[in-house]
């Protein structure tokens, strides 16, 4: 399978931190080769220029929000954009300007400020986007999440309207935290997070990687590690296979892990509201332990009661540990959890892009593994009952296979062998086994 708009290196927007070192070198995160480029990205020599040509490209600036325009991205070539935010400059003259922009074919993630350089003014649509709207969808809420916001912030109001998504959008628009430092790493972020107001002036932040408290510099942090005594994630470590480990951590009994992990988590998921609330929720932390410790790798985070038959709230891999997979892992896991709750699953919506692709991968391999195997004629609650799938996502990934058909008023599954091994083959790799054998877990009871 191709790559989607995600960096492509093999650090993913990452890089590893030398050994004891306070100097920074910024980390381009090489966002070259991404397959499925858009037709319109051209290479460009721009004209020698002429006065009447100056003169009327400074009559366009500052470039106001809302502005589409051609930006020079880091593969050199041109993309369209739109102008979302823009600052003056630190250091530049009073009417000069540092704009931030949204590759309008490519993922939120990818939104950056650029210099005026970037831009080629010869591109610019004079028509003025009057808001900012592109992507109210974005922030579609799942009823779940807004019953959440209803609960926690908004009393008394059954739904959110569209002016207060909008309000939502303009506040979270520009990513706050550009960087974070996390046990070997340095990573990218991708979007905003509601950090708490102290930290509205920082660019980067340091995570303790065990308990993910955060600080704003980096002497902080030497002198926290020095003091820290953890060496994993709080909670039960319920899995254990080679060096990776699983911990269950119960957002009651650990808040501010719960919420300091949100926070974390929130720089890579768009989708997601960020609840104060992590009482309700058991978090699932994926790691790779050496004689260091247990390091996060990834998380999913689980409702302990879930009316919608959700059984994962939020996944993640971060980003260094990306496309290894660990996200079928942990997407593998959570259905073994509701085998042993005796329920079937399905992740909370919206699904975000590599969300989306991560389950239709998963439910592919799944299924379609039994139908290679099975005899005979065998129905979509007989394979509810074998892998805690959800009914209704395994009659879409079936129908996406056009595996299915309607006959006399019934779903019919059709498997020729042949076209099961061409979707098998299409949905890659297998990742990570669970080894269910090292599963030593028991569902949730209230407690008292
Ligand atoms: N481009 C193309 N396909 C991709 C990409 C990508 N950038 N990333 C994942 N996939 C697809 C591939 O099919 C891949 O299998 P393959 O590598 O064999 O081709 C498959 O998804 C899963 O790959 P993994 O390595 O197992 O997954 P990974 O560890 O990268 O984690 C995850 C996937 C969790 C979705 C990760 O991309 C992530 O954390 N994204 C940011 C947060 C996010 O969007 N989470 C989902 C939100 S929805 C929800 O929480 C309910
Ligand atoms: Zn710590």
Same mark, same amino acid.
Request: with cysteine; aromatic share 10%; glycine share 6%.
């Given at each position: 399978?191709? &790559?989607?708009?995600?960096?492509?290196?093999?650090?993913?927007?990452?890089?590893?931190?030398?050994?004891?070192?306070?100097?920074?070198?910024?980390?381009?995160?090489?966002?070259?080769?991404?397959?499925?480029?858009?037709?319109? @990205?051209?290479?460009?020599?721009?004209?020698?220029? &002429?006065?009447?040509?100056?003169?009327?490209?400074?009559?366009?600036?500052?470039?106001?929000?809302?502005?589409?325009?051609?930006?020079?991205?880091?593969?050199?070539?041109?993309?369209?954009?739109?102008?979302?935010?823009?600052?003056?400059?630190?250091?530049?003259?009073?009417?000069?300007?540092?704009?931030?922009?949204?590759?309008? %074919?490519?993922?939120?993630?990818?939104? =950056?400020?650029?210099?005026?350089?970037?831009?080629?003014?010869?591109?610019?649509?004079?028509?003025?986007?009057?808001?900012?709207?592109?992507?109210?969808?974005?922030? /579609?809420?799942?009823?779940?999440?807004?019953?959440?916001?209803?609960?926690?912030?908004?009393?008394?109001? %059954?739904?959110?309207?569209?002016?207060?998504?909008?309000?939502?959008?303009?506040?979270?628009?520009?990513?706050?935290?550009?960087?974070?430092?996390?046990?070997?790493? %340095?990573?990218?972020?991708?979007?905003?997070?509601?950090?708490?107001?102290?930290?509205?002036?920082?660019?980067?932040?340091?995570?303790?990687?065990?308990?993910?408290?955060?600080?704003?510099?980096?002497?902080?942090?030497?002198?926290?590690? /020095?003091?820290?005594?953890?060496?994993?994630?709080?909670?039960?470590?319920?899995?254990? &296979?080679?060096?990776?480990?699983?911990? $269950?951590?119960?957002?009651?009994?650990?808040?501010?892990?719960?919420?300091?992990?949100?926070?974390?988590?929130?720089?890579?998921?768009?989708?997601?509201?960020?609840?104060?609330?992590?009482?309700?929720?058991?978090?699932?932390?994926?790691?790779?332990?050496?004689?260091?410790?247990?390091?996060?790798?990834?998380?999913?985070?689980?409702?302990?009661?879930?009316?919608?038959?959700?059984?994962?709230?939020?996944?993640?891999?971060?980003?260094?540990?990306?496309?290894?997979?660990?996200?079928?892992?942990?997407? @593998?896991?959570?259905? $073994?959890?509701?085998?042993? =709750?005796?329920?079937?699953?399905?992740? %909370?919506?919206?699904?975000?892009?590599?969300?989306?692709?991560?389950?239709?991968?998963?439910?592919?391999?799944?299924?379609?593994?039994?139908?290679?195997?099975?005899?005979?004629?065998?129905?979509? /609650?007989?394979?509810?009952?074998?892998? @805690?799938?959800? @009914? $209704?996502?395994?009659?879409?990934?079936?129908?996406?296979?056009?595996?299915?058909?309607?006959?006399?008023?019934?779903?019919?599954?059709?498997?020729?062998?042949?076209?099961?091994?061409?979707?098998?083959?299409?949905?890659?790799?297998?990742?990570?086994?669970?080894?269910?054998?090292?599963?030593?877990?028991?569902?949730?009871?209230?407690?008292?």
């Amino acid at each position: 399978m191709g &790559s989607i708009d995600t960096p492509k290196n093999p650090e993913n927007g990452s890089r590893t931190l030398p050994p004891a070192t306070d100097a920074y070198a910024t980390y381009d995160g090489d966002k070259n080769g991404i397959d499925g480029m858009p037709a319109r @990205a051209t290479e460009m020599t721009l004209p020698v220029e &002429s006065e009447a040509i100056k003169k009327r490209r400074a009559s366009m600036l500052p470039l106001e929000v809302g502005t589409r325009v051609l930006c020079r991205w880091r593969d050199c070539k041109y993309h369209p954009v739109k102008v979302i935010e823009r600052r003056k400059m630190q250091f530049g003259g009073s009417n000069e300007y540092e704009y931030y922009v949204h590759y309008t %074919e490519f993922n939120r993630r990818l939104d =950056e400020w650029v210099k005026l350089e970037q831009l080629d003014l010869d591109s610019v649509e004079t028509v003025v986007d009057e808001k900012v709207e592109d992507k109210v969808t974005s922030l /579609k809420m799942t009823r779940h999440q807004k019953r959440k916001i209803d609960e926690t912030h908004v009393e008394g109001h %059954e739904e959110l309207d569209a002016a207060s998504l909008r309000e939502h959008e303009e506040f979270t628009k520009v990513k706050n935290i550009a960087t974070i430092e996390l046990g070997r790493y %340095e990573i990218e972020t991708w979007y905003f997070s509601p950090f708490p107001p102290e930290y509205n002036d920082c660019l980067r932040l340091y995570f303790c990687e065990f308990c993910l408290n955060f600080m704003k510099r980096k002497e902080q942090l030497q002198r926290h590690m /020095k003091k820290c005594d953890l060496k994993h994630p709080p909670g039960d470590e319920i899995y254990r &296979s080679g060096t990776l480990s699983m911990f $269950e951590v119960d957002g009651k009994k650990n808040k501010v892990y719960g919420q300091n992990l949100c926070y974390l988590a929130k720089l890579f998921l768009d989708h997601k509201t960020l609840y104060y609330d992590v009482d309700l929720f058991l978090f699932y932390i994926l790691c790779e332990c050496d004689d260091r410790g247990c390091h996060m790798v990834g998380y999913f985070s689980k409702e302990k009661h879930s009316e919608e038959s959700y059984n994962l709230a939020c996944i993640l891999t971060l980003p260094p540990y990306q496309r290894k997979g660990y996200g079928k892992f942990l997407i @593998a896991f959570s259905y $073994e959890l509701s085998k042993k =709750e005796s329920k079937v699953g399905t992740p %909370e919506r919206p699904l975000s892009d590599l969300g989306l692709l991560s389950y239709r991968g998963y439910w592919t391999r799944v299924l379609l593994d039994i139908l290679k195997r099975h005899k005979g004629n065998i129905s979509i /609650k007989e394979l509810s009952d074998m892998t @805690a799938i959800k @009914a $209704e996502d395994i009659l879409t990934t079936l129908q996406t296979l056009e595996l299915i058909q309607y006959r006399k008023g019934q779903h019919v599954i059709c498997a020729d062998p042949k076209v099961l091994d061409r979707h098998l083959k299409a949905a890659g790799r297998g990742g990570l086994e669970v080894d269910v054998s090292k599963l030593i877990w028991t569902p949730y009871k209230e407690q008292g």
